[in-house]
């Protein structure tokens, strides 16, 4: 890469991407669910007894899970690996994103007894403050296993992960190969921290494409683009 590309590419979009936090805008200007509440999350551990190798030697997707709940802590991890942010001076996170411009969002859709000390509803991630907010209180689990086409994991698991898009935070930057390569890799590169890390933390997942889209949309509230649901659960057995 020489020195031009160089700043077209990583300056650029730094830059770009601090003028946009001082004025403010988070590019989420499209339908947003009104937040009912916060919760705040543990603090993500950044390290553990597993090794990279070893939760790449052993990730699979698991569709059967012990009925259980997870902590708040697990979800906490699961967001950090998700969408966290690991450098507070410029607001990279753990997945990367052509030029930093971060079209994704994470929602919990978490169901009954699904998460200990968590109420049943909708939650959306704030990266920033590695908090949850309450956007829908109730068990959407039924309802989101329905727009799944009735894939049963989806109701089974504790809590499901839903990944959406907000293109335009990419498109305004790259035109349509925002649309159809960028934002699509990206959501690549969240599944798998978070098969990865729920290998590490005893739990079990799944990506899930095969889903009505305005079904899901309409579960949210949000219009954004749903991209991946993940249901998780702890895993039966473990996986050592
Ligand atoms: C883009 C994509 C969409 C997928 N959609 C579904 C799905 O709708 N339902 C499902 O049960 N698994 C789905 N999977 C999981 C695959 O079936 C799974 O990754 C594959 O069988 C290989 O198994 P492994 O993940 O255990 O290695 C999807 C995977 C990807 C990458």
Request: with cysteine.
């Amino acid at each position: 890469m020489n020195r031009r590309m160089f700043l077209a590419y990583i300056l650029v979009p730094v830059f770009s991407a601090i003028g946009l936090a001082l004025i403010g805008y988070g590019g989420r200007d499209k339908k947003v669910a009104k937040p009912l509440g916060r919760v705040t999350l543990p603090p993500p551990r950044h390290d553990s007894s597993v090794s990279i190798e070893r939760a790449l030697m052993v990730r699979r997707s698991i569709r059967e899970y012990e009925d259980k709940p997870l902590t708040l802590e697990q979800v906490g991890q699961l967001a950090w690996a998700a969408q966290g942010i690991t450098d507070k001076r410029y607001g990279f996170r753990s997945a990367p994103s052509a030029g930093a411009t971060y079209p994704l969002e994470v929602y919990f859709i978490v169901k009954k007894n699904g998460v200990t000390g968590l109420p049943e509803g909708i939650y959306h991630y704030l990266p920033r403050e590695h908090m949850l907010e309450l956007i829908k209180s109730g068990d959407y689990s039924r309802e989101l296993m329905r727009a799944c086409l009735d894939q049963e994991w989806v109701a089974n698991a504790a809590m499901n992960i839903v990944i959406t898009a907000i293109y335009e935070r990419t498109t305004w930057r790259y035109g349509e190969r925002g649309r159809i390569r960028y934002v699509h890799m990206e959501v690549g590169h969240v599944g798998q921290n978070i098969y990865l890390q729920c290998v590490s933390l005893q739990l079990g997942c799944v990506v899930i494409g095969a889903f009505y889209d305005e079904e899901v949309k309409k579960i949210l509230g949000v219009d954004e683009e749903p991209l991946y649901v993940i249901p998780v659960g702890v895993k039966k057995g473990g996986w050592f």
